[in-house]
């Protein structure tokens, strides 16, 4: 019979497995469970199954257990220790002598930190008091307590300052002189904390991941944050973004397909998604930084990628050189690859702020020139003059029967889709962002519009052959048509534009890989 509670003896962690735990979870509770764990760990050291690289997966999986809906409300998830060592690799050199974590959790990301400066510099750096542990989960900072404790000894480990409690609270605050690296809570909350510091960015967006940068940018003179990806773009993020724009540095996006940053089981689910999907960022900002961010695209990348494109020195040449600044006509910060910057600046030249929202009849006007457009897209948008059997479409129509073949092949073309990628890239391609396209209908000759009107009708004939079906919710019409048509509405495209640029350079934005130019299969 399993002894529990204060019996167990520290031997018998010798055979423990994840069932081992999570009865010992239901049978004594979380926090006893861990007390035990921690004190073997101090003890006895790591095991195959009881090392620090586990414990933020094993602390999740006890969270769900115990309360699904309490881990959902604090939006609590571990971060990967491949994504811990880049994130401490990108904050080491940054200003600030005070070291602080904000929502340590089992403390992986300030064990990365600690790793990644050698065992001389962590612990000058702990005996120093130099290192700021925050956490609203009592038994979450004990775990990153004992964890330090075991790899650098008590006095280490009780020079280390913790903050336990609500991080937003005015009695939380960061020291003097502080860096922070932190994977804050992914949680919405529907009422504002009585003794918080009320803010915009606070009542308007109400996410707690955004509350806590907002905290950490105006109070540290550098920091690493992981987040969603969402306040990049996404309109109700914009009050957070001009307080982003105060500051200066660079921000790495993350795709969720084909591989994600937040790999692995997503305990205590409440759908059929059982992965940590999260469309994730990773955020840098420095003092003495000019302002404003130099922004990656969305990085898309395969998981024999991964330790090759997760080092400072890969994802750097994601980067543009240029810096954005958030203003009433530009307010949202676009994702572009760096290759992809000077044809972009071209169709915002070309455009002279002319739209696609100008060629649309209103809703009232007879649909006499229309088509339409699957509304999800991963790898590229299409478009057809019939309604298709699927049940997310957008069902366009259009002033004049020029427009509509133009606007077709815009579609069909890399650059609608690219402009989806650049300014949001979630899952859903929403009429609003379709309205914002640059339209270059105005500048095309003659000839221009009899190529758009004779490619849509040779592409049109041929539809019925490239229809493709999925039934992962229903039955999911689209269409693939072979990249040829693609290449030849691109090439037309840049030659409006006045560049002499090879077509293929769009190949970027439909790759699945990283590090090498991968087009999918749509030959």
Known sequence: MTRSGADKKPAEFGGYNLS???????????????????RHLVRCGESKFLCLRNFGQLYEAGLALRDKGQKKRSGQYYTPDDVAELMARELLPLPGT????????????????????????????????????????????????????????????EAVHTV????????????????????????????????????????????????????ILSRSRSSVLLTPYSFISGKRFYPLRKVLDRFGGAIYSFDNVPAMIFRGHKHGVFNSNVNNSVRAAITVTAEGEKRGYRVSPLIRFKNAERARLLTCEALGTFLPPSRQRITPKEPMYRKCFPALEELYGRWLQRAEGHT???????????????????????????????????TGQVALSFKE??????????????????????????????????????????????????????????????????????????????????????????????????????????????????????VTGDE
């Not at 909350?189 to 996410?207: C, F």
């Open 356 to 390: 696609l929202s100008e060629l649309f009849a209103g809703r009232k006007a007879p649909k006499r020139w229309e088509l339409f457009m699957p509304n999800t897209c991963r790898y590229y948008t299409a478009a057809s003059l019939s309604r298709l059997s699927r």
């Open 164 to 215: 336990a409690g609500d991080f937003l609270s005015r009695r939380a605050a960061l020291p003097d002189d502080c860096k922070v690296i932190a994977n804050p809570p992914y949680a919405k909350y529907a009422e504002l904390g009585k003794d918080w510091t009320r803010t915009n960015v606070q009542r308007r967006i109400r996410e707690y991941y955004t509350a806590f940068m907002e905290k």
């Open 401 to 518: 029967p020029g427009a509509l073949p133009y606007a077709y092949c815009l579609f069909n073309s890399s650059f609608a889709y690219w402009y989806w990628r650049m300014f949001d890239g979630g899952i859903i391609y929403q009429r609003l962002l379709l309205r914002k396209i640059p339209s270059l209908y105005h500048r095309l000759t003659d000839d221009d519009r009899r190529f758009f009107a004779e490619t849509t009708q040779e592409m049109a004939a041929s539809a019925e052959r490239f229809k493709i079906t999925k039934k992962n919710v229903g039955l999911q019409e689209s269409i693939r048509f072979p990249r040829r048509y693609r290449d030849r509405i691109n090439a037309r495209i840049i030659a409006i534009l006045g560049l002499d640029l090879d077509c293929r350079l769009l190949d970027l934005v439909h790759s699945n890989m990283a590090l090498k130019i991968s």
């Open 98 to 157: 005070n070291l602080c974590d904000v929502a340590c959790g089992t403390g992986r990301l300030i064990l990365g930190c600690l790793d990644q400066m050698g065992e001389e510099k962590a612990r000058e750096l702990l005996t120093e008091g130099c290192v700021w542990l925050y956490d609203s989960d009592q038994t979450a900072l004990a775990i990153c307590r004992s964890s330090i404790r075991y790899r650098y000894g008590d006095a280490c480990a």
């Open 20 to 38: 081992r735990y999570l009865h010992d979870v239901e049978a004594d509770g979380l926090a006893a469970t861990w007390e035990r764990i921690c």
